[in-house]
């Protein structure tokens, strides 16, 4: 029976299209047997690992992912790897699922990395050559594998990680506190008479940090570790893997949204390999895709509160398998398309660009000077942003950060507590209402505005205390007064010389800081107006500063008088990377 699609009634086209939809992936899992293996460690520990393969095809490249978060999730995406001809594999990290062990997070990613590669590697399905793909713990896993130089790893494909361990928690001193916190509670080992926290806007305020775990409900003594050393010092070395990467020689794709806690740490992965590997020729064989997301929403075009449109919608299954097609198969038909070295989204545009570098060649430094705003004002308040520097003293503008009720990371709402705050964009206007929050912006652009790079913030600030925080958020103001976040950095002030040998603040002393702001890609519309925010916490994204100066074993608080100074021999400024 032959069906014209276009005069099928709506009903039946829709059920037309799911039908075709199930078939296909009837089709796929037809084609693709599951077999689960118990594969041994050098120790004797054995990992569930699940292989799919067509048995049509004797012998084909691998795909293998090691994950904490179940093998089952995957089995969609290794079934398409499968059908594609590779042999895909997924494996419960030690200690995870239904592998034996005990899971301390990252502790033996790298040589069960080894051992499970090499054994890929002499099975009768594999042809030796191997890649690995996922992103968060699952791409930090394969860092750690390749820094062990396996036999047979060819590719790989980490997406929104690190290779600092360090830098995978701690920005500007600060902690990516929720982060880690709501990850512990759902990935260590519950004693059988415990249960996680009910309140975690209470937990996540409690003092000190060193007793967080038991706050959560049971001692989880590696989150306490990772807590209770915010200096990168030892504690961290055996998982430092930034230095060491160099040496590899494998290509490798990066993938990464410009809303990721990870962002930075993705970035300046690709610039390490694509600038500074050894081998010029795996310089040339590196890809940073930078797209408007967040961690949880690679390739798609909503996030947060924006809607980036169609062109954000992006297959990563599909382009990692285009990767490995090259590299693992070395297709001739894939090998002839050359590849961009970088892939970014330019948000509000919403279009990809390509260039051969990052940050891109063509930018400059344009400068916006902040002005007096009096105190901690709303946009229709008095801090200007403009591109005149300071010529006369203006006065310092002054907020107040209290540790009992720190600046939130995105507006608390019915359906969001605090604890809840995401990194993707959401409307800042209630958070720039507060009176801790310094607000600066321009005149309505005559013209669009375009950068892309890693944009800084210069200041010159001082505290009443030992210790502050000093948060600088990039901002997109439309015409209808949307507030839309585009980027944040934090430094603490302790921090503001040095991460290893920190120094307390001098009271009322004033210091020249700067901010990173991390990578962005944005062109701002005509009647767009740039804004930038000043506070004290960004809470709980990052922990909240206590403002003693007593660190993760303190417990007492005392509110900072910050200030933030403007004029003619200390202008502070955004430093924006604009096309010249």
Same mark, same amino acid.
């Given at each position: 029976?032959?069906?014209?699609l ?10 037309l ?37 067509d ?22 995406v ?16 030690r ?6 062990g005990?899971f ?13 590669i ?9 042809? @030796? ?15 750690q594998a ?10 790989i ?7 600092s ?13 929720s ?7 759902? $990935? ?9 926290t ?19 409900g ?35 794709q ?10 930075r740490?993705s ?61 693992l ?18 948000? @509000? ?33 008095d ?31 019915? $359906? ?45 600030v001082?505290a ?20 839309? $976040? ?16 920190t ?17 962005v890609?944005?062109?701002l519309?005509?009647?767009?107006r ?11 994204l990052?922990?909240? $500063? ?14 900072a ?20």
């Amino acid at each position: 029976m032959k069906i014209s699609l276009s005069c099928a009634p709506r009903s039946r086209l829709l059920s037309l299209i799911l039908l075709s939809g199930i078939m296909a992936n009837v089709a796929v899992a037809s084609s693709v047997n599951r077999e689960t293996l118990q594969v041994p460690m050098r120790d004797g520990v054995l990992l569930a690992t699940d292989v799919y393969r067509d048995p049509a095809i004797t012998r084909a490249p691998v795909l293998l992912m090691r994950t904490p978060y179940n093998k089952d999730g995957a089995r969609s995406v290794a079934e398409r790897y499968a059908a594609a001809g590779y042999v895909a594999v997924v494996q419960d990290c030690r200690g995870r699922f239904k592998s034996a062990g005990d899971f301390i997070p990252y502790n033996d990613e790298g040589q069960d990395g080894y051992d499970t590669i090499e054994w890929l590697g002499k099975q009768p399905w594999s042809n @030796g050559r191997i890649g690995m793909w996922g992103g968060s713990y699952v791409g930090a896993v394969q860092w750690q594998a390749a820094v062990e130089k396996p036999p047979g790893l060819m590719a790989i494909a980490p997406s929104a990680t690190w290779t600092s361990f360090y830098r995978n928690l701690y920005l500007g001193g600060a902690v990516r506190l929720s982060l880690i916190a709501r990850w512990a509670g759902g $990935n260590s080992t519950k004693p059988k008479d415990a249960a996680v926290t009910t309140d975690w806007d209470r937990t996540l305020l409690h003092l000190p940090l060193s007793d967080l775990d038991r706050e959560i409900g049971w001692p989880i003594p590696w989150l306490t570790g990772m807590l209770t050393h915010p200096q990168p010092v030892g504690y961290w070395t055996r998982l430092e893997l930034a230095d060491r990467i160099t040496d590899l020689e494998l290509p490798i794709q990066h993938v990464v949204g410009y809303y990721d806690f990870f962002s930075r740490e993705s970035v300046g992965n690709f610039v390490r390999m694509h600038e500074h590997a050894r081998n010029p020729e795996t310089r040339r064989r590196q890809q940073l895709v930078l797209g408007p997301w967040d961690h949880g929403t690679i390739g798609k075009s909503q996030v947060g509160e924006v809607d980036f449109g169609s062109n954000a919608k992006w297959d990563s299954a599909g382009e990692n398998l285009l990767w490995f097609d090259r590299y693992l198969k070395q297709d001739p038909a894939v090998v002839a398309k050359p590849f961009p070295a970088v892939r970014y989204f330019s948000m @509000g545009d919403n279009v990809w660009k390509e260039v051969d570098r990052w940050p891109p060649p063509g930018m400059e430094t344009t400068a916006f000077y902040l002005h007096y705003g009096g105190h901690a004002n709303t946009r229709q308040g008095d801090g200007r942003l403009d591109r005149t520097p300071p010529k006369d003293r203006e006065s310092a503008d002054t907020f107040r950060a209290n540790p009992a009720d720190p600046t939130p990371a995105c507006p608390v709402t019915s $359906n969001r507590p605090l604890n809840a705050a995401p990194w993707a964009p959401v409307d800042q206007r209630v958070v720039e209402d507060r009176k801790d929050v310094l607000v600066y912006t321009s005149q309505p652009l005559t013209e669009p505005l375009t950068f892309v790079g890693e944009p800084k913030v210069e200041l010159f600030v001082s505290a009443d205390t030992p210790d502050a925080d000093w948060v600088a958020r990039l901002i997109d103001v439309r015409p209808d007064g949307f507030a839309q $976040n585009l980027a944040v950095g934090i430094l603490r002030g302790s921090f503001r010389d040095s991460e290893l040998h920190t120094t307390p603040l001098t009271p009322d002393q004033a210091y020249k800081v700067t901010i990173d702001l991390g990578p962005v890609a944005a062109q701002l519309g005509k009647g767009h107006r740039l804004g930038l925010d000043i506070s004290g916490g960004y809470f709980p994204l990052f922990d909240r $500063n206590a403002n003693t100066g007593e660190g993760p074993f303190g417990t007492s608080t005392r509110i900072a008088t910050e200030k933030v100074q403007h004029d003619s021999t200390a202008a502070a400024r955004l430093l924006l990377p604009c096309p010249k």
